[in-house]
């Protein structure tokens, strides 16, 4: 199956370093690009460096990542409280 860039999944994942294959198994990752690169999980196998990812084995899709940088518009709520119940009047 093909991941789309920006696209986020929990899957398995087969790396390649030093001409060696590894899988990971339950790995939450994110596709930007052809290398991966956590350093929780890679520092467990004594990679210090980006990996090449060879196959991704999806066990569900997570969506895509937020993109916008942009605030909402907060207004102040004009309403009086009663000072006894606390209720809006």
């Known amino acids: 199956m093909k ?3 920006g ?3 929990f899957c398995n ?3 390649k370093y ?3 294959n590894h899988t990971l ?3 939450v990752y994110k596709n ?3 290398l991966f690169f956590n350093k929780r999980i890679l520092l467990n196998l004594k990679i210090k460096e980006p990996v090449e990812v060879i196959s991704i084995d999806i066990i569900k899709r997570m969506g ?3 993109k916008s940088n942009g605030f909402t518009e907060v207004k102040k709520n004009n309403e ?3 000072k006894i119940t606390g209720a809006y009047e």
């Open 64 to 66: 895509f990542e937020k």
């Open 13 to 15: 994942l087969t790396i």
């Open 7 to 9: 696209e986020i999944v």
């Open 80 to 82: 009086k409280r009663n």
């Open 18 to 20: 030093n001409n060696k």
């Open 3 to 5: 991941v789309e860039l």
């Open 25 to 27: 198994k339950d790995v």
């Open 32 to 34: 930007n690009g052809n």
